[in-house]
């Protein structure tokens, strides 16, 4: 087989994992999580590199998803947000071409994921704010943005009875902040939060190509913009924090011979 061929099959192969990245995008489901379909288990909250702080008895399985909306909406009735449609205050957000990132939580164990303390999901856009914990149980994670967040970094609460969101936290340095709540805007973020008591989980969708540009300014504070790499630290379920990294989405690396060629996902 010559190099030529190598190539080929190597493209064609890559070509066709792309295409299925594309048709899972397609299938994404949001239904505050009966069924995963279209999301990623990412790990557990007491899992080496995962754990960040807090009690390892509240055990939480974490799953993520990014996908291209393309007129997604909500199955399953869960509670919380109504539906993935901009309102007045969130115009230009859920829009066909925008990129979209989900995190949801899975309960296995411990504290419920409802009922305690308001979820947070903190973005560390440049991922230099946030570490896991050097043990399982310890206390050296780096998981607070009072302390930790730098200019750029954001924070997302959600109503700890029924995942509905309740305010964006935007961050100038550590322990410095502005935050615009659900009293100003009427629970009409950017992102929403959806809960199925059923299975004691919740989805978490964010409008990433939205929430840039319509919160630019936040009281003089402005949300970092997020690119394929990037790190958070979410408060799952109780006092248990655990950290999600985030890898390039999008590109394929193709090793073919001596060279390395590097493609955008193209269309099938």
Do not use: H
Request: hydrophobic share 40%.
């Amino acid at each position: 087989m010559g190099i030529r061929t190598r190539i080929r099959d190597v493209c064609v192969s890559s070509l066709l994992a792309a295409c299925a990245v594309s048709s899972a995008e397609a299938s994404v489901v949001v239904d505050g999580g009966l069924s995963w379909q279209g999301w990623n288990s990412y790990g557990t909250s007491d899992t080496l590199g995962i754990y960040g702080g807090g009690s390892t008895a509240n055990r939480y399985e974490i799953f993520t998803t990014q996908f291209t909306f393309s007129g997604q909406t909500v199955t399953g009735s869960p509670a919380g947000s109504a539906n993935l449609n901009a309102g007045t205050n969130s115009v230009g957000a859920f829009q066909n071409g925008n990129r979209m990132f989900g995190i949801g939580v899975r309960w296995l164990g411990g504290a419920d994921v409802r009922g305690g303390v308001d979820t947070i999901v903190r973005f560390d856009f440049n991922s230099n704010s946030y570490a896991a914990a050097s043990t399982v149980g310890g206390s050296d994670g780096r998981v607070s943005s009072t302390q930790y967040a730098d200019r750029g970094d954001f924070n997302a609460q959600f109503f700890s009875a029924d995942l509905a969101p309740t305010s964006l936290i935007v961050f100038s340095g550590p322990g410095a902040w502005t935050s615009l709540s659900t009293a100003t805007v009427g629970g009409d973020f950017a992102f929403r939060g959806f809960y199925q008591a059923s299975t004691k989980s919740y989805q978490l969708i964010f409008d990433l190509t939205a929430m840039p540009v319509l919160y630019s300014n936040v009281g003089g504070n402005a949300v970092g913009t997020i690119g394929d790499n990037f790190r958070m630290s979410i408060r799952g379920a109780g006092n248990t924090d655990s950290v999600v990294t985030i890898p390039s989405a999008g590109s394929v690396a193709i090793l073919a011979g001596a060279g390395l060629v590097v493609g955008r996902r193209r269309r099938c």
